[in-house]
């Protein structure tokens, strides 16, 4: 089946510092690739997302790239601040009309001032 | 705030008990979900309902019975659980199916259950 494996947490980064998250996926067809962030004490929300290959998905400084050839999607933010504090989960669905929203096991992110 | 209440944000129960759990959304939207995040795993879909029919149903244990009333309403009815049962209970929604081009899901802040 299809499956999310994302790198293990918890991230602990300064502020400033160059953010790298994992996510590589396993899926038959052409997915659709999600980044999701959950803040504490609140749901998730979706951060950004790509549907097809080559397509960079890019949201508050955030960026991640569809990549087919290593079946990845990583995340990336150039600068992180302390609110970048947060659980980040990788997610794909195996097409568009499903309602299968498969995630990752999360990444644990925090930022020290 | 995302539009999709949760309610109640935190709840005890012993493994004899019976309740059950509410989401709310306004926003229009006519698929709603029920998702269980544990720790260390990754968030398992349960239950989705499109038009206020099941559409999808994960293998999920029949002490867990889902209810939609209406599209804006969802239930968790609950009854006879395992102590492995505690978790964050999340609701979400969304207008359509969330593979659609500028779709997706919107989600509550979730229900913390444990199971004594």
């Known amino acids: 089946g299809d499956s999310v494996t994302q790198m293990e947490g918890p991230v602990t980064l300064s502020e400033e510092a160059f953010l790298t998250i994992n996510c590589t996926y396993t899926a038959t067809g052409y997915p659709s690739l999600f980044w999701y962030v959950q803040y504490p004490g609140e749901g998730l929300q979706l951060l950004l997302k790509a549907t097809k290959a080559d397509d960079k998905g890019s949201n508050k400084g955030f960026e991640a790239t569809y990549r087919k050839e290593t079946t990845s999607f990583h995340l990336e933010k150039g600068s992180v601040q302390v609110s970048d504090s947060a659980v980040y989960f990788c997610a794909l669905i195996p097409g568009a009309g499903s309602y299968q929203l498969t995630f990752g096991k999360g990444t644990k992110l925090s930022v020290i001032p | 705030e995302t539009g999709v209440t949760q309610t109640p944000r935190h709840l005890v129960m012993g493994m004899t008990n019976k309740k059950s759990l509410k989401c709310e959304q306004h926003?229009?939207?006519?698929?709603m979900y029920w998702y269980k995040q544990s720790a260390k795993k990754p968030l398992e879909l349960m239950f989705v309902y499109s038009l206020e029919e099941r559409v999808e149903n994960n293998s999920v244990p029949s002490r867990f019975s889902p209810e939609c009333p209406n599209s804006s309403h969802l239930f968790l009815h609950l009854h006879t659980l395992q102590p492995e049962d505690s978790a964050l209970y999340l609701c979400?929604?969304?207008?359509?199916?969330?593979?659609?081009?500028?779709?997706?899901?919107?989600f509550g802040s979730g229900t913390q259950l444990s199971v004594l």
């Open positions: 926003l229009g939207h006519n698929a």
């Open positions: 979400a929604s969304s207008r359509s199916v969330p593979g659609a081009p500028n779709e997706k899901l919107f």
